[in-house]
Nanobody, 122 residues
Framework: QVQLVESGGGLVQAGGSLRLSCAAS????????GGWFRQAPGKEREFVAG????????YYADSVKGRFTISRDNAKNTVYLQMNSLKPEDTAVYYC???????????????WGQGTQVTVSS
């Protein structure tokens, strides 16, 4: 199994920035597709960003493109989400996830973290 722990959430003013981290541990066959999802109150969980095993490819939801940056440090077994120019509509619980396949996908992830709250005030 793979355990994922998110950190870095908190309260920030609109226009501000936060950096989320997702640390992976446990047994795994190697590197993995990393993803970030979010779920706002009353909304379904939605895909935010994904990153390939090497970190060479990334994919973003249109709502965050140009503002968020996903990255990874495989030596530290950690995936990051840098969030800039935050908007109140970014308020949600953010989850990191791992997909054991080869390609970036927007669904079908295999392991999930417990989530970290991000609140953006106006």
């Amino acid at each position: 199994q793979v355990q994922l722990v998110e950190s870095g959430g908190g309260l920030v003013q609109a226009g501000g920035s936060l950096r989320l981290s997702c640390a992976a541990s446990g047994r795994t066959s190697g590197t993995y597709i990393g993803g970030w999802f979010r779920q706002a109150p009353g909304k379904e969980r939605e895909f935010v960003a994904g990153i390939s095993r090497s970190g060479s490819s990334v994919y973003y939801a249109d709502s965050v493109k140009g503002r968020f940056t996903i990255s990874r440090d495989n030596a530290k077994n950690t995936v990051y989400l840098q969030m800039n120019s935050l908007k109140p509509e970014d308020t949600a619980v953010y989850y990191c996830a791992v997909h054991l396949g080869q390609f970036i996908v927007t669904k079908g992830y295999d392991y999930w973290g417990q989530g970290t709250q991000v609140t953006v005030s106006s």
